[in-house]
């Protein structure tokens, strides 16, 4: 267990440790910090050893505080260049393989994978029926919520924006109000399951492999092993996708072609 400057920061994290199915040790000592004390000023508490004794006693805020530690923002097509520019991708991929099994890890809330079924099918050059898509991510309550697919345009999120790169989205999606839910033909096409990226090791043979805005979250140390899982579950000539602000680590460099170096789609050629 690493060695924290405030010994009340210390002791929350050891709780964690001990009692959330969280790891806090993979996770940069800052990006903790800020969401352990947004969850202090929700229970109106200053000081760590005083949050310490909430968890303790109140299971609902651990729950809480395990939401929060997960990382679960995400939109549909978040950064549309990107989705573009995997539009060839996917093509070459359907056309030159019987099945194609894309994974999305972490896959937060569910729509990061519905955004593939739906491009899938709303581009007529790729073959969805060819598709197998798995969405993965550790924290359960993300998963029912992705499950369930149904999502709320609010003041800081507009749903019909984010699926304004679709040619006619209400194929897709039932809208009533502000609500809309993932019809269920599409949310058949895709199989969520609980999965920890550095503790569960890789998958089998993923053409595809999302796994976005996770990285920047990581303590440095931990990033090679994140990418060994994933380096391990492809095969040579398998794509990878990382988020836009992301890069590949150095000692991996020589693995990857880039395809799109500005929109982060990497070809794996070790």
């Known amino acids: 267990m690493r060695e924290f400057e405030d010994a009340g920061f210390g002791r929350v994290i050891r709780h964690i440790q001990d009692e959330v199915d969280f790891e806090p040790e993979y996770y ?3 990006y903790l910090d800020r969401r352990i004390t ?25 729950e809480a505080l395990m939401d929060s530690l997960t990382i679960n923002v995400t939109n549909f097509f978040r950064n549309q260049e990107m989705w ?20 999305s890890a972490p896959c937060a809330d569910g729509r990061e994978p519905y955004s593939v079924s739906m ?34 345009t609010t003041r800081t999120t507009d749903i019909g924006e984010e699926l304004s790169l ?35 090791g890789s998958r089998r043979s993923c053409d595809l492999v999302f796994c976005r805005n996770l990285l920047i979250y990581i303590d440095s140390e931990f990033k090679i092993p994140i990418f060994e899982t994933l380096t391990d579950s492809m095969d040579a000539g398998n794509y990878l996708v990382i988020g836009m602000t992301e890069t590949i680590p150095q000692e991996l460099r020589d693995d990857f072609e880039p395809v799109n170096k500005r929109c982060r789609i990497y070809q794996y050629t070790p």
């Open 119 to 152: 491009l899938a099918r709303d581009d007529r050059q790729i073959d969805n029926d060819r598709l197998t898509i798995v969405g993965t991510d550790i924290s359960d309550e993300a998963l029912e919520d992705a499950r369930e697919g149904t999502y709320e």
């Open 84 to 103: 573009e520019a995997l539009r060839p991708v996917l093509r070459d991929l359907t056309d030159e393989n019987r099945r194609v099994r894309v994974w």
């Open 38 to 62: 947004a969850r202090m000023r929700r229970q109106e508490v200053e000081e760590y050893d005083d949050y310490l004794d909430v968890l303790q006693s109140d299971s609902r805020e651990k």
């Open 28 to 30: 940069n000592p800052d």
């Open 166 to 200: 679709l040619d006619d989205p209400e194929r897709y999606v039932n809208v009533e109000d502000n609500t809309f839910t993932v019809k269920p033909e599409i949310r058949d096409d895709i199989r969520f399951e609980t999965h920890d990226l550095i503790r569960d």
